[in-house]
């Protein structure tokens, strides 16, 4: 692609551009800023709306009790029980005990606040899921 062929249309994040590499006028690859293309735009909301969908079944599940909070930060966060335990301190097996709803409520005030401190959240709010 030629640097006068760079696509400008609207992107997904209004005010910002992201750097793409075309042709110059001698040949040479440069950076050229790009306020965004409509193909990677519409991928990459219905790649968001995938996201959104699966943060928001998740968070009907943990409503019917089946999962614990956990589960609603976790999917928020984008992050797997295996990370969740490494920035938490716990093993894998720890964080996917947790995410059952009774064993999640017998959690002892220093566990959820461990939680808590990873998702940069209170440890009220973590127990609750008030957004």
Same mark, same amino acid.
Request: proline share 5%; charged share 30%; glycine share 6%.
């Given at each position: ?78 992050? =797997? !029980?295996?990370? +969740?335990?490494? %920035? /938490? ?7 996917? @005990? ?9 959690? =002892? !005030?220093?566990? +959820?606040?461990? %939680? /808590? ?7 009220? @709010? ?6």
């Amino acid at each position: 692609m030629r640097k006068d062929e760079v696509p400008q249309d609207k992107g997904i994040l209004e005010n910002y551009k992201e750097v793409v590499y075309a042709l110059d006028d001698q040949g040479r690859y440069v950076p050229v800023p790009s306020k965004g293309w409509s193909a990677k735009t519409e991928a990459n909301e219905l790649a968001w709306a995938g996201i959104n969908l699966q943060i928001e079944k998740t968070r009907r599940m943990v409503l019917e009790g089946n999962l614990s909070p956990l589960a609603y930060y976790m999917e928020l966060n984008h992050m =797997k !029980p295996g990370l +969740l335990g490494k %920035y /938490a301190g716990f093993s894998r097996w720890r964080v996917r @005990r947790h995410l059952k709803p009774a064993v999640f409520s017998k959690l =002892k !005030p220093d566990v +959820l606040e461990r %939680y /808590a401190t990873v998702f940069k959240i209170t440890a009220d @709010r973590l127990k609750t899921m008030d957004d």
